[in-house]
């Protein structure tokens, strides 16, 4: 490891053939500034993450009552200006984990406003893809990506998702802790590119994750004025967009915006995360219980609506963009033979999306660059303006109780074997070094994977009914059974080396441990990323010299 006498940084080592990108990107420099950055807020993380545990022991006392309580309702008030970059949000492409280097240069050349460069669902934060996409983002930003447009003013925006606060980056220890993975992702992304971003006109612009409360954003405003103070940038510079992706944030939007106006782009749905938090909340309830979410969960679902309605209607009365969630359905890929051809496929994705367009969303995110043309065109037919900040939703019937109208229905078979399939190859890809996988036309990440472990868990605990079986519940045995056959059957299809074997195995037993628990595990990330056969495994991979 190497050390920064002055702030007491221990960084690990560098991953195999990255040396010199880890050289560029840990400098003395970087180090110093992520030591202090670090020092000066990780007690007011430790707080806040104490209370989410407060919170989590109330819901469990049943404490918690659903109520909207924002005190800055009543104030007049307004996020500041955006710059001209900001104010046409149409489209985005999420999901794109700069590690992917190819995929991220691609995206660089794309018809969109916006790239969600992510570190958060779209990447699995191994070592080599943590240093090998912070290398990419600071080679973009200064123009010597190898294969980018030449002109960096040309690219979309680059939209910095660093992790949320549940990820921790065991590589890096400041003080004696492990660094907290957002503050690690933001410092060095920060000092290498905040200042050109600046000059340029195009960012630091960030997406913020998995907030819970108002508390959490109003830290990060104070984490964003140090920073512009530090690197000499002017106040207000860095902006974000908050995702609405947790439960109990649904509640406090507007306090959520308020405290971070003077740094605020807008708010965004997320409909999985979201749903999973339900489960994570309230799962131990009945009348909490989540039917399958292919056959009964969409947005036209009053509690789903309702959260989309009352996030466009704040954002819009405070100038403030609001955007939805990423179509995930793509194109078939190479000799794939799908059930839809490529323009029924595109003909849904556009029927989806124009109910969001026309409740008022600012814009979305795509993850298929070969949809991006045709989507552009549903934009053009639907609105002429940059923005529809003019749309307010009405929501007069949207009341606090209706955010957890949970629709009715049971359990399909094909339902809940989508959900084991969805939890187990996500885990076998995290495993690879993979935060996203292809499955039936749809790209797979961490949210899907969220809601899909997360139902198998409260199916199991409610003994849910399965509608298209007579006299049929979900148990932990029905569940093991489909499980055994969903890996056999991968087993003669294309699991078929020692190596992907004994990786899909483990993924089995471990997807066994967390839909098995006790206690609902919180985030599925937080539990691979802190398991020891992860761990080891990247590091054996990439020969760092932790004993983990």
């Known amino acids: 490891m190497t050390k920064n006498n002055e702030r007491r940084v221990l960084i690990e080592s ?14 003395d420099g970087a180090l110093q500034f992520l030591g202090e950055l670090v020092s000066k807020f990780d007690p007011e993380i430790e707080e806040l993450l104490q209370n989410r545990c407060r919170r989590r022991l109330l819901l469990d006392e049943g404490k918690w009552k659903p109520r909207f309580q924002n005190d800055s309702e009543t104030l007049e008030w307004s996020i500041d200006k955006l710059p001209e970059r900001l104010r046409n949000r149409k489209l985005d492409l999420g999901d794109v984990s700069p590690a992917n280097t190819v995929h991220f240069v691609d995206c660089l050349y794309a018809n969109v406003q916006g790239i969600q460069v992510d570190f958060d669902d779209g990447h699995c934060p191994t070592w080599r893809n943590t240093v090998q996409g912070l290398f990419n983002v600071k080679r973009a930003v200064q123009g010597d990506l190898p ?3 030449a002109d960096v003013q040309a690219y979309p925006i680059l939209m910095l998702r660093p992790r ?16 907290i993975g957002p503050l690690f992702d933001f410092a060095i992304l920060m000092y290498h590119n905040a200042r050109a971003m600046a ?3 195009i960012g630091p612009f960030l997406y913020l994750s998995k907030i819970e409360d108002p508390a959490e954003t109003h830290l990060w405003n104070k984490i964003f004025t140090w920073t512009e103070h530090v690197l000499g940038l002017d106040k207000g510079t860095i902006k974000a967009c908050v995702l609405i992706e947790n439960i109990l944030g649904a509640f406090r939007m507007e306090d959520i915006l308020y405290s971070i106006r003077e740094h605020a782009i807008g708010l965004n749905c997320g409909i999985w995360d979201y749903c999973a938090s339900i489960v994570a909340k309230f799962g131990k309830d009945k009348e909490f219980l989540l039917p399958d979410r292919n056959k009964y969960v969409n947005m036209g679902q009053p509690f789903l609506r309702n959260y989309m309605r009352l996030l466009i209607n704040i954002c819009h009365r405070r100038g403030a963009l609001a955007t939805g969630g990423m179509a995930a359905k793509i194109l078939p890929i190479g000799k794939e033979k799908p059930l839809l051809t490529d323009e029924e496929i595109i003909e849904s994705v556009k029927l989806s999306k124009s109910v969001e367009i026309d409740a008022g969303v600012d814009g979305f995110m795509i993850y298929d660059l070969r949809m991006v043309d045709a989507i552009n065109d549903l934009w053009h037919r639907k609105s002429h303006s940059d923005n529809q900040l003019n749309i307010l939703p009405n929501i007069n019937q949207v009341t606090a109780e209706s955010l957890l109208q949970i629709p009715q229905g049971g359990v399909t078979l094909a339902g809940l074997g989508n959900n084991i399939t969805v939890a187990l190859l996500f885990i076998y890809h995290w495993l690879t070094g993979s935060g996203v996988f292809f499955l039936n036309g749809s790209v797979e990440d961490s949210a899907t994977a969220e809601i899909s472990r997360s139902q198998l868990w409260q199916w199991i605990r409610m003994g849910a009914t ?6 049929t519940v979900v ?17 003669r299809a294309w699991c078929i080396t020692a190596p992907d074997r004994k990786r899909l195995l483990s993924s089995k037993f471990m997807l066994l441990d967390i839909i098995s628990s006790r206690n609902y595990i919180e985030y599925i990330t937080t539990h691979l990323n802190d398991s020891h056969k992860f761990r080891t495994l990247h590091n054996k991979n990439d020969g760092l010299t932790a004993k983990l």
């Open 14 to 27: 560098a991953p195999h053939r990255l040396e010199a990108a880890y050289k560029e990107i840990f400098t």
């Open 199 to 201: 000059s340029l006109g």
């Open 147 to 149: 294969g980018a447009p």
């Open 466 to 471: 399965v509608e298209d079986a007579e006299n």
């Open 164 to 179: 949320a606060l549940n990820m921790i980056e065991h590589h890096c220890i400041v003080d004696g802790k492990e660094v």
């Open 475 to 491: 148990t932990r045995k029905l569940v093991y059974q489909m499980m055994d056959k969903i890996v056999s059957t991968a087993y």
